[in-house]
């Protein structure tokens, strides 16, 4: 009697037991639905925003190397991004076209400068001095923000 006792106890531990790592593990699967869900929500509602914009974006500009006018030619490479109104097909024509001279003008601007002066001027007036150069070169429109995905000054 003793041993059925003691059986029926074991047997009640068991039951327990799985049940609290069943309990548990659904806890955890329940948050973590949750947080991918709270991300695609997040996504669809980032997409949604980038749709409604009245803007796009041309990054086909790629890495572009250059380097400062300092005396041990400091390299800098970066990856520019233009921001600019989304339905002006001629502009983006125009940056397709003039994609090379484009390259050379944010090129030129860091060889005309050393590494000290670029350090000094800060990324926001880099930006905004490339950018002045760029829209003075365009005639079918202006690009509404300049963007670097990579800027690295390589000592």
Do not use: H
């Not at 930006?127 to 079918?140: A, H």
């Amino acid at each position: 009697m003793n041993f059925s006792k003691l059986n029926s106890i074991l047997y009640i531990c068991i039951c327990s037991v799985i049940l609290i790592i069943i309990t548990v593990s659904l806890i955890f699967l329940g948050k973590d639905i949750y947080r991918r869900k709270t991300l695609i929500l997040q996504n669809q509602q980032q997409i949604e925003k980038n749709l409604e914009s009245k803007s796009t974006f041309y990054n086909d500009f790629g890495k572009i190397r250059t380097f400062t006018s300092d005396n041990s030619k400091i390299p800098v490479v970066f990856v520019p991004i233009f921001k600019y109104e989304k339905n002006n097909d001629p502009l983006f024509e125009e940056i397709c076209q003039k994609k090379t001279k484009l390259q050379n003008i944010m090129a030129s601007y860091f060889t005309n400068k050393t590494k000290k002066q670029l350090n000094s001027i800060g990324d926001e007036a880099i930006k905004n001095q490339i950018l002045l150069q760029i829209n003075e070169e365009l005639s079918m429109g202006k690009i509404e923000e300049l963007y670097f995905e990579e800027f690295l000054i390589l000592d």
